[in-house]
């Protein structure tokens, strides 16, 4: 089932960010990935370990946000994509005015760390939130026959149980419409600031460990399993994203 693998996908951005005057200097930071999280082993709700050998994404415009409302459910499955690194916590002031932007089209290597996703232009503010959005890999910007084409995410790995070792891949797609609004980011930019901002992938929820992005998937079941390569795919039948 694609459901189980969407809503349970935990992302954390990482990043160095902060109260806006009108008058505020822009500061231009770089955007890069932090691959440290990703490439740990996740232990899921069944039993399961599971490493990750490629992980990447199709994303858009990547915002930072000042002020909003609290968003308490945001931390729940699918709304835990973003997390500020060692300050995530339910409630956050989140969902504001957008005041620094990485606009444009993303593709996001969750393995590979230090690659550089761009420059975001800010505003000198104490920041609260981040927003960004989803889309759908297009075929010119990626080899031809890659599996990312036509899909938001694109995973390899391998699932381990009992003294079993079974890799997978799994595609994954989201609504192109679809825009994550509020995520907590609590950090301050000044002028002069030169920090860079760091995207990253938690596989485990760094509130609760038990909780993970692959939790009540049974990979020894998948279609493909008693292959010896199972898979997860989306159901184009469905009209369902999630």
Not at 20 to 42: N, Q, T, Y
Not at 83 to 102: D, F, Y
Not at 165 to 171: E, G, M, Q, T
Not at 180 to 192: N, Q, R, S, Y
Request: aromatic share 8%.
């Amino acid at each position: 089932m694609l459901r189980s693998p969407v809503k349970n996908l935990v992302l954390a951005l990482a990043l160095a960010t902060g109260c806006a005057s009108e008058e505020a200097p822009r500061v231009s930071l770089p955007v890069a990935i932090d691959a440290s999280a990703a490439s740990r082993p996740a232990r899921t709700d069944l039993g399961y370990t599971v490493t990750l050998t490629r992980a990447r994404a199709a994303l858009r415009d990547l915002q930072f946000t000042v002020g909003g409302e609290a968003h308490t459910a945001l931390l729940d499955r699918l709304g835990r994509w973003l997390l500020p690194a060692a300050q995530a916590h339910p409630g956050h002031p989140a969902g504001g005015e957008v005041v620094g932007e990485l606009p444009g089209p993303l593709l996001v290597d969750w393995l590979k760390s230090g690659a550089a996703m761009g420059t975001a232009v800010m505003v000198a503010a104490r920041y609260q939130g981040a927003n960004f959005g989803f889309r759908l890999a297009g075929g010119a910007e990626l080899p031809a026959g890659d599996p990312l084409i036509g899909h938001t995410f694109a995973f390899e790995g391998t699932a381990s149980k009992d003294g079993r070792k079974l890799p997978f891949s799994a595609v994954v797609d989201v609504d192109p419409a679809a825009f994550l609004i509020g995520a907590p980011f609590d950090h301050e930019v000044k002028a002069g600031s030169a920090e860079t901002l760091m995207l990253r992938l938690l596989p485990s929820d760094p509130t609760d460990g038990a909780d993970t992005i692959w939790n009540q998937i049974d990979f020894f079941t998948l279609p493909g399993a008693d292959s010896g390569w199972a898979t997860i795919a989306p159901r184009r039948e469905s009209t369902t994203w999630w």
